[in-house]
C-alpha cells in the first residue's frame, strides 16, 4: 500500500485566482501572448515528459512498468512546476526499488518562444523569449547483469582468396580495406 | 336462286313499321346522350390493344413490345404496367454480368453517370471501399469508416496522425487591388472578431489567416461561415504596396454560394459568362458614315466554363471559383510531422535558389516534434518528387521560429499555366509501374528515371491547434494542411497512409472541435442552421418511427421542443422590457466580440456582475463539463440552479451519493385522453365506412349478374389528417405560441441549449458546447451567494430532453468562438 501512496505536500497551488487576471494585466494592450509546446528532447518509449496534470500514481505505475519490462534507463523531464513532482517521483521510483535502481541528474535551462498576436491590424507578429528551468533524471537499474560489457573490436575478416583466381592486383586490396573498416563500425552502432 | 331475304319495312311485308316523323326533343335527348358517351370514351378510351398497337404506322419500330425504350417516352410507363399485367415481362431484362461491369470503360462510365447527382472527391473511390459515404453540401463525402475507429481516431488525433480529405472546400480566388478589397471586405467582416483580411501579418502571405464573415454590412447577424484565407506571397522585386493582389479564400461548401454571392454584390461583379463586347468593324473606308453609326455590340457566351469567372465593369477586380481544382488533406496529430518527413521528398533544382531554402527549412521544420512549435498558421511551399524514395536531408539552419526564409511561401500553385502544366504532365500510375519495372533492379530503391519526373509543388499550412492552455490542453489538434494541385490527390493520399497516418471522415471533424471544446459550425452560420434542422427532422422521424408505448412523453417531461433548440424563443423570452419593444424580435446571433468574452470570462471568474455592453439577443458559447456521473445528449436544457440545489450539493458530497440533483416532477398530460378518444373514434370511424361498403357491395350483388367488387376505400386523406392531428397531440405545444414557455417550460429556468454533447476524452468526463443567453448568466453569477454568504463556484444544470434527472456541470466561456480553425 505504502508504495502505491498518493504524492503529498508537493502539488502547487493551482487555485490562485489572481494569477490569471495578473497575467492578462501585464500584457500590454496590443497584443495577446500566445504559448507554444516546449521542444521535446526524443518522443520515444524510454523519456517520460512529467506534468502536473497526470495523476501522479499514473505516471508512477507507468514508469515500474517500463522498468519491469527490461528497459535499462528511463528519463523524466520536468520542467518549472513540475520539477518538484518529478523529484518527488524518483525518489519514491527509487526508494520502492530498494536499491535496485540507481539516479543521475542534470539541470538545464530551457529557451522558450511566446508569440505576440498582434490585436489590431497594423502589427506584425512578434516574439518575446522566456527562459523556464529544466530538470533531467535517468533511473537507471544497477543490477549486475545489465552492466554492459564492452564489446572487443571483432577481428577484421580475411579476405577470401580462392585459388582458382589469380591474385587481384594491390590497389583493389586497398580499396577495399575502408569499406570493411566502415561495414566493421556500422555492425558495432548497431549492436549498441 | 331461292333466297330467303327477309324484309324489314313494314311497307315490304317487314315488321317494323318506321314512324312518320320524329319528335325533336326524343331525337336531341338521344344525340345527347351520344355525345356523353363519345365524350366518356374520349376521356377514357378503353382499348383492347396494346399501347405500341396504337400508335401511328410512322411512328411503330421493330420489336416494339420488348424494348420499351423504341417507344416515346410518355408511353413507356403504360407499356411497362401492361407488359408486367400479362406476366410476360420484358424490362426487368438480368443484370449484366459483373466481368462486363467491371470492364474499365464499362466501369468508368458507370462512375461518370454517379457523379451527375453528387460530386466525388478525388480519392472518392478509395473512401467508398472503406467508408460509410454520406451526401453533403453537393458531394458525396466519407463519413465514418466501416470498422470501429471512433477512439483510435481520438488517439490518432491528440498522438499519432489523423487523415482527412477535406477537399470539398472551395478555393475562390479573388484579385484586385489591396484598397479596394480591404474596404470591400470592411463590410464582409467587422473588426470586434479579430484582425481582418488584410491585417499586416497575414498580407505577406506568409501565414494563414481566418476570419468570420457575414452578409453586406449586417453584423452581427446575417452570419455566413468563418473562411480562412491566404494572401499570394509577393515576388522578388516587387514592392510590398503593389497594385493587384491576390487572394485566396477556403469556402465551406454549405455557404459557398451564399458568399460568392455577398462577394458579387459587394465588389459589384458580374459573370463573365455571358457578356456583351462591342462590335469589333474592319478598319473604316470612310470616317464620316462611322461617327454616325451607333456603336454595335455582340454577345459572347461561353458554352463552357470550368470555373466561375466575375469580374467588375472596368475588371480591376477578379473573382474565380476555383473548385475542385486542388487537394486539401488535414493531418492532424504530433505525427503529422513523421508522417510528412517522410512521405515528402523535397525536390531541389539547384542548391542556392527558392525550392532549395524552401526544402532545406521544410525538412528542418519536420523534424520537430510536433507542430505546434512553429510559427502558428505558417505556410510553406514545397517542390517534391513524385512517388520517389528516400534522400539524406539537409542542416537545420537557425532558429525555425524566427528566422524563416523570405521565400518560403512562394509556389507555382498560385499560377494557373503552372497548375494546367502540372495536370497535363502527370505520369499514370500504370506507366509508371511499367517503368520502374524495366529500370529498378532492385525493389524500392530510386531509379534514374525519377529524376526526370516533374516535381509537384505542394503547400504546407500549419495549425497551431489550442491556444489557451485554460480552455484546453496546449497544442491539442495540431497539425498540418496539405494542399495539392488537382490529379495528384490520390498518389500523395497514398503515400500519407502508407507511413501511418490514420484516415478519418466528416464524423472525425466533429469529435476533433467537441474535444478541443468548440464547434465547427456555429448556430447562427448557415451551415449551422441547415444541419439543426437536418438533425431536427431525423429526431422527430425516427420519434414518431417508434411504438407509442416506446416514445417518450415530452408533454409529462415539460420540454418545450424536444428536437431542435429555439433560439429566437430563448433570447426573445430573456430579453429585458426594455428591448422586446424593438424591431428585432426572432433574431439572434453568437456573440463574437473578443474582448466582451474575455470580459465575461472574467466575471464568471471573478463573480461579477456582466458588462452593460452585452447586447440582449446574442447567445454566449460555452464549454460545459458534468460534475459526476449522467450522459448529456445534444439538445438538453441548460437551467439555472435554485438555492435549494446548492443545499442539495453540499448534502450529496457529504454523503458521497451520486443521484441526480433534481428529478423533474412529472406533469399531467393533458392530451392523452383526448389522443386515446380520438384513436377509438378513428378507428371506429373506419370501420363504420368500410361497413357501409360492404353493404353497399351485398346490394349491387343481389341485383348484378357478374361479380361485384368491393369499392375502394380511398381513405387516405382522411387518415392523414388523423396522422397529423396525432402528432400534434404527442408533441408539446410550440414555443412561438406562448410567451415564456422556453424559459419557464420545466421546474428550472432554461437559460441555454446543448448543441453538441459526449464523452470528451481530453477531459475524461463528459463534456457539452451549448448556447447560453447573457440574461441566463446574470441571472446566474447574482444568485452565487448562498444564505451564509459563502461564495459558490459557477456552475448550471444539464438536462436530457428526455430525461427528468438534473445533473451540475460547470461553466466556461469560449473565448476564441471567432477565427477558430479545427
Known sequence: MESNAPELGAKPRTNNRNSHSRRNQSDSANHRVVRKLPPRADNDRCNIYITSKTDFKAQQRRCEELLNSGVKEIFLHCMGYSITRGLNLALRLIKNSEGALGYTINTSTIHWWDELHPLCDEDDITFRQRNNSALHIKIFSNSLFNIDVPQLPAQPALPKVSQREPPKPHQQQQQQQPQKAKAKKQTTRSQK | MSTQKLEYDARMGGRITLPTHVSTYRYAAGALNEIKGLIAEALSPVSSKLIFQSLPKHMRRRAMSHHPKRLPRKYRHAHKNQMSKGGNDPVIRKRPSRKYRRRPDNLLKEYVRRQRRHHWLETHIWHAKRFHMVDRWGYRLANASCDKTYRACYRASVQHC???????????????????????????????????????????????????LFADSQYPRGALQRASFM?????????????????????????????VEQLQRVFLLQSRRQQTLPLEEKPA??????????????????????????????????????RQEFNRFRLTGPQAQRVLASSLRAHRRDQLGVQAAQADYCEAALRLHSPNELLSNLIMGLHIRTKAESCAGAVPAGNLLLSPPECLARSPLWQREERERLARGIMSTHHYQELRQQHAVVPGVPCAFEDQMQAVPLLLIQRPGSQDPEYKRLGYGCGWDVIAPAKYGMALWLTLTMWGARPGGLRELDSVARESGGEQHLADTLA???????AAEERRARYFRLPPNKRTNYRKLAVASPFSAPWKHLVRDWQTTAATSSPAVGSYHVLRHR????????????????????????????????????????????????AADYKQRWRQISRNEQAPVHMEPPQPDLNERTR?????????????????????KRRLQETATRRVHIRPANTAPLVRAHLLEMCRLWLPTDPAETSDSVRRQCSREVFGYVTT????????????????????????????????????????LVRDPDSRDYRWATVQVNLNVAAQTF
Open chain 2, 162 to 212: 489523423l487523415l482527412q480529405d477535406i477537399s470539398y472546400y472551395t478555393c475562390v480566388e479573388l484579385q484586385g487591388s489591396l484598397e479596394s478589397l480591404r474596404m470591400g471586405f470592411a463590410r464582409l467582416t467587422s473588426p470586434e472578431c479579430g484582425l481582418s483580411v488584410t491585417a499586416r501579418t497575414f498580407l505577406t502571405g506568409r501565414r494563414e489567416g481566418s476570419v468570420d
Open chain 2, 231 to 259: 494572401w499570394r506571397p509577393l515576388e522578388e522585386g516587387v514592392t510590398f504596396t503593389q497594385d493587384t493582389r491576390t487572394l485566396w479564400l477556403w469556402l465551406h461548401p454549405s455557404a459557398a454560394q451564399a458568399t
Open chain 2, 285 to 322: 473606308k470612310e470616317q464620316k458614315e462611322q461617327k454616325e453609326k451607333p456603336l454595335r455590340f455582340w454577345t459572347q457566351t461561353k458554352a463552357f466554363e470550368r470555373h466561375a469567372h466575375y469580374s467588375n465593369t472596368n475588371g480591376s477586380i477578379q473573382l474565380l471559383v476555383l
Open chain 2, 528 to 534: 449551422g442552421v441547415k444541419l439543426a434542422s437536418a
Open chain 2, 595 to 642: 474582448e466582451l468574452l474575455e470580459s465575461i470570462g472574467d466575471c464568471l471568474r471573478l463573480h461579477q456582475p456582466l458588462p452593460d455592453q452585452v447586447p440582449d439577443d446574442c447567445l454566449i458559447q460555452i464549454q460545459l463539463r458534468l460534475k459526476a456521473r449522467g450522459h448529456v445528449k445534444d439538445n438538453a436544457l441548460i437551467c439555472l440552479p435554485s
Open chain 2, 676 to 696: 386515446k378518444e380520438l384513436r377509438s373514434d378513428h378507428k371506429i370511424k373506419l370501420k363504420r365506412l368500410r361497413a357501409r361498403r360492404v353493404r353497399e
Open chain 2, 757 to 796: 454533447a459526449g464523452f470528451s476524452f481530453t477531459e475524461a468526463t463528459v463534456c457539452a458546447v451549448g448556447y447560453v443567453t447573457p440574461g441566463g448568466l446574470q441571472h446566474l453569477l447574482s444568485n452565487l451567494k448562498d444564505s451564509k454568504g459563502r461564495q459558490l463556484q459557477p456552475m448550471c
